[in-house]
């Protein structure tokens, strides 16, 4: 394993849990850094990324990479704070997401004009928050007519995967139970199909895909109009909102016994 010269900060307005960077945004560095040295081509034209603990924001973080370019899908690409490992990027191949029927910006716009922040574990979140500065206020929320899918609209400003895999992010939370309960990325697999454009209007779709004990799965897919942007399969955790300082308390009223 070798540690290289490179070094990044994640900036505050790309936070998710407060004090912490965005986990799709996290993803896309890991995954950017990884199609660097390996880039996706024959069967290994996805990313995944294992997410080992949350990223803190303004602190310079180091790159690890474990072994050579020879080695393909056998390297790998970690992230570290100090000795803490935070990510890790690796080649596999393309779950095979079955991707629901697209829906249109028009629909796409009014259902995220129903959507409620009320509760909102994390207000400041890069992606979902409603108070982010700067953020990309991806309101996935139920589509009518469709019980089997959220979705918003989204415009991209900025270039690179980042951007790209953060807005496939939160809206797959919001599929399992995200508001009622704190979520925490730990798993993420991304497809890109196409180069997403910038400054136009695009769709986020998010689907549930099950639950298991403390995990659940969701499927998000990023369209321009019926055209698959790029995909992603996720693993999230359920914690308590006390798991993370400043986690805004739940909207609903505690029962008194």
């Known amino acids: 394993m070798r540690t290289t010269p490179e070094t990044l900060t994640v900036s505050p307005l790309r936070a998710g849990p407060p004090g912490c960077g965005n986990g799709g945004w996290v993803c896309g560095l890991l995954t950017e850094r990884l199609d660097d040295l390996v880039p996706a081509e024959g069967d290994l034209t996805s990313a995944t990324v294992r997410l080992s603990a949350p990223t803190p924001l303004e602190r310079p973080l180091r790159w690890e990479v474990d072994g050579s370019v020879a080695d393909g899908g056998d390297l790998s690409v970690h992230l570290l704070d100090g ?13 095979g997401l079955a991707i629901p029927p697209p829906v ?24 979902c928050g409603p108070e982010a500065e700067e953020g990309l206020h991806v309101y996935a929320s139920p589509v009518t007519g469709r019980g089997d ?10 270039e690179g995967l980042p951007s790209v895999l953060a807005a496939l992010d ?11 309960e704190a979520l925490l ?14 400054g136009r209007e695009l769709v986020v779709l998010a689907w549930e895909m099950g639950r298991e004990g403390r995990k659940r799965y969701s499927g998000t897919a990023l369209l ?34």
């Open 83 to 95: 000795d803490t490992l935070l990510g890790t990027a690796r080649r596999t191949t393309d779950p």
């Open 185 to 198: 990325l730990g798993t993420f697999t991304s497809t890109v199909h196409a180069e997403a454009p910038l």
């Open 104 to 127: 249109s910006l028009e629909e796409a716009r009014a259902a995220s004009a129903r959507f409620d922040a009320a509760g909102h574990p994390y207000p400041g979140c890069f992606v």
């Open 224 to 257: 321009d109009g019926d055209r698959v942007l790029a995909s992603a399969a996720a693993t999230w955790i359920a914690v308590g909102r006390d798991a993370i300082p400043g986690t805004a308390p739940s909207a609903r009223p505690q029962e008194i016994a």
């Open 170 to 180: 939160c809206p797959g939370a919001f599929t399992v139970g995200f508001g009622e």
């Open 149 to 158: 899918v959220l979705a918003a609209p989204v415009t991209l400003s900025e």
